[in-house]
Nanobody, 116 residues
């Protein structure tokens, strides 16, 4: 069965860093585009970053450029989100997404809280 399991969230001070991980199983990971989304309280889920199946093509939401880096290790069926210089407005639940044609899978999310 398909699973996406996120980890690495937590409480961090402004200016700090976190690395989120998402381990995939139950599908052919290296064929899928992977994305990270986030959803803050009272707001819609929004795209954070995406990475192509081979790992060479990435894209970011404007507010994350230069602070966040998405990467993947196809040998480990894992996608990462490195987050630097975190701000209070980055507080949200972060979700991992896998997509290929009509297949669209989601993880359960991991909470990131940026606060002093």
């Amino acid at each position: 069965q398909v699973q996406l399991v996120e980890s690495g969230g937590g409480l961090v001070q402004p200016g700090g860093s976190l690395r989120l991980s998402c381990v995939a199983s139950g599908f052919t990971f290296n064929r899928y585009t992977m994305r990270w989304y986030r959803q803050a309280p009272g707001k819609e889920r929004a795209l954070v970053a995406g990475i192509g199946s081979g790992g060479s093509i990435t894209n970011y939401a404007d507010s994350m450029k230069g602070r966040f880096t998405i990467s993947r290790d196809n040998a480990k069926n894992t996608v990462y989100l490195h987050m630097n210089n975190l701000k209070p407005e980055d507080t949200a639940v972060y979700f991992c997404n896998a997509r290929l044609l009509t297949n669209n899978y989601w993880g359960q999310g991991t909470q990131v809280t940026v606060s002093s």
